[in-house]
């Protein structure tokens, strides 16, 4: 008696993804927020009806407003894209920062290093150009900080938000269109 052999099953082969896929599935998911949008607007209304009770004046507006907002919130959705931000670009604001504290102990310093960091080339270079202005305001401003502040993580974040704030309004100051973005304390010390 012959063997029969037996037929092997074609198994579909999976096709690749197209680009279009990841659109498809955005558009989806910006379809499904509108509905959810729309339920929540419309579902108040349906109930009033059923229950029978009396339009209020204004109530088809209202309605169709939040069909407006929820089209609104789509083309948004479809039309948004981020842009990725630019390169940091970093500049030292060299020498360290040294102030003296009198105190009952006797005299304590403080030394900081900070470094500016902005998305420009631009900026950097205002930076540099303005950083006897913005030495002077960082001494000025460290200077009128209590030692027990400083030695706390919620005092330095405090001092180096300030700082930051002073040495943008100084670029404002002398109409630089950026600010820096962030200071960074790269080095802290008291003794």
């Known amino acids: 008696m012959p063997v029969?052999?037996?037929?092997?099953?074609?198994?579909?082969?999976?096709?690749?993804?197209?680009?279009?896929?990841?659109?498809?599935v955005i558009v989806g998911a910006v379809a499904l927020f509108a509905a959810l949008v729309g339920a929540q607007v419309a579902g108040p209304l349906i109930n009033n009806m059923i229950a029978g009770a009396p339009h209020?004046?204004?109530?088809?507006?209202?309605?169709?407003?939040?069909?407006?907002?929820?089209?609104?919130?789509?083309?948004?959705?479809?039309?948004?894209?981020?842009?990725?931000?630019?390169?940091?670009?970093?500049?030292?604001?060299?020498?360290p920062f040294v102030v003296s504290f009198d105190t009952e102990d006797g005299p304590r310093y403080v030394q900081l290093t900070l470094q500016a960091?902005?998305?420009?080339?631009?900026?950097?270079?205002?930076?540099?150009?303005?950083?006897?202005?913005?030495?002077?305001?960082?001494?000025?401003?460290?200077?009128?900080?209590?030692?027990?502040?400083?030695?706390?993580q919620a005092g330095k974040e405090q001092l180096r938000q300030e700082l930051l704030v002073v040495a943008n309004e100084i670029l404002a100051k002398?109409?630089?269109?950026?600010?820096?973005?962030?200071?960074?304390?790269t080095s802290l010390v008291i003794q």
């Open 56 to 95: 209020a004046e204004g109530e088809e507006e209202i309605a169709a407003e939040a069909e407006e907002v929820v089209a609104e919130v789509i083309v948004e959705e479809e039309v948004h894209e981020e842009e990725p931000l630019a390169q940091a670009v970093y500049t030292a604001l060299d020498p």
């Open 117 to 152: 960091m902005a998305r420009s080339e631009e900026t950097i270079a205002a930076v540099k150009q303005h950083a006897p202005a913005i030495r002077n305001s960082v001494l000025f401003k460290l200077g009128g900080y209590e030692l027990a502040v400083l030695a706390t």
């Open 4 to 24: 029969e052999q037996e037929e092997k099953a074609e198994t579909p082969v999976a096709k690749p993804k197209s680009p279009g896929h990841m659109k498809l």
């Open 174 to 185: 002398n109409e630089v269109e950026e600010s820096i973005e962030e200071l960074y304390f």
